[in-house]
């Protein structure tokens, strides 16, 4: 199984970028689809990104789209995700995941369907 290591997470003002990276171990992230998602406090892990193992599909969630980018480098065993035109409400913990299922925009957004998950990353966007 592989491990996942988040990290670029911090402090950054209303409208702001911040690119967050996801450091494998263990197994390559090129077997696996890649996802990101995030936490905030009181609330439930909601899904954010994905990107299949090939690169080929991506899938956002409305309030990210046109601003965030997932990324993968198969080569650096890393994925990224750029954030950009940050707002308060993208405060949270958010955590890389990898996964094996059959990529749809359903499974893709579901918890259940990756087996690696990271320790998480804070952001916080200060308005």
């Known amino acids: 199984q592989v491990q996942l290591v988040e990290s670029g997470g911090g402090l950054v003002q209303n409208g702001g970028s911040l690119r967050l990276s996801c450091a494998a171990s263990g197994r390559t992230v090129s077997n696996y689809h890649m996802g990101w998602f995030r936490q905030a406090p009181g609330k439930e892990r909601e899904f954010v990104a994905a990107?299949?193992?090939?690169?080929?599909?991506?899938d956002y969630t409305d309030s990210v789209k046109g601003r965030f980018t997932i990324a993968r480098d198969n080569a650096r065993n890393t994925v990224y995700l750029q954030m950009n035109s940050l707002k308060p409400e993208d405060t949270a913990v958010y955590y890389c995941?990898?996964?094996?299922?059959?990529?749809?925009?359903?499974?893709?957004?579901?918890?259940?369907?990756?087996?690696?998950w990271g320790q998480g990353t804070q952001v916080t966007v200060s308005s």
């Open positions: 990107r299949t193992w090939t690169g080929s599909s991506t």
């Open positions: 995941a990898a996964g094996t299922f059959l990529f749809t925009t359903r499974t893709a957004r579901t918890r259940a369907s990756y087996i690696s």
